[in-house]
């Protein structure tokens, strides 16, 4: 109603300018508020905002395997000095010596006598008592054909190698050794070591 009247009041004073404006700011911010308020009635709800986590990236890390060495180690070879071990040509040598560090060391007798037989396998070569001895013949030189070619004998010169080694026990002696009497056993002890033989040649007879 308002609204209407000062429209007609304006349009019928023509020259009043200032009340023209006036009403028609009036008209034009009563039309902005409905418009504002139309507007506001109108406009759609904004639905809520959700944030949503952006997903990590997941960086998988994998270990460079170790490269593995094998060291090897060769030890270096020792130089192998072989001692050529002389033989014994001389009784003397071994009845002079400390017997026990003759053993198995070589004999090379040439020209040796026979004191004396104490078996089929087993007797003395020497020039005393003192001064001897004991071999015994290898299995070898004991056995088939053998048995009957080689027959040692007292006052015999002869040509012997082989090998010295440890005198056994009394029993041992006399169960290898056939014709071994006890005493002869017993007495053997005090030499440490015998002769093995292994090769026998007899020598033409000087008489």
């Known amino acids: 109603m308002y609204k209407q009247n000062c429209t007609l009041s304006n349009i019928q004073s023509n020259g009043n300018l200032v009340s023209k404006k006036s009403c028609l700011s009036k008209a034009t911010l009563l039309t902005l508020l409905a418009t504002g308020i139309t507007a506001c009635a109108t406009e759609p709800k904004q639905p809520d905002v959700v944030v949503v986590p952006t997903p990590q990236a997941t960086v998988t890390v994998t270990a460079t395997p170790q490269v593995t060495t094998t060291v090897v180690v060769t030890p270096t070879p020792q130089p192998t000095t072989i001692v050529q071990t002389q033989p014994i040509t001389d009784v003397l040598v071994i009845t002079n010596a400390n017997k026990q560090t003759l053993v198995n060391r070589p004999v090379q007798f040439t020209n040796v006598n026979v004191q004396s037989v104490v078996g089929d396998r087993t007797f003395w070569v020497g020039s005393s008592n003192a001064q ?21 004998k007292a006052g015999q010169t002869l040509d012997l190698a082989g ?39 007899f020598k033409p007879s000087t008489q």
């Not at 001897?132 to 040692?152: M, Q, T």
């Not at 080694?165 to 070591?193: D, F, H, M, R, Y």
Request: glycine share 4%.
């Open 132 to 152: 001897r001895v004991f071999v015994v013949l290898a299995p070898n030189l004991d056995a088939g054909s053998a048995e009957n070619k080689v027959v040692v």
């Open 163 to 201: 090998v010295l080694k440890l005198v056994p026990s009394v029993k041992q002696a006399q169960q290898q050794w056939k014709g071994l009497t006890a005493t002869e056993a017993q007495g053997l002890k005090n030499q440490v070591i015998y002769l093995e033989a292994s090769q026998i040649r």
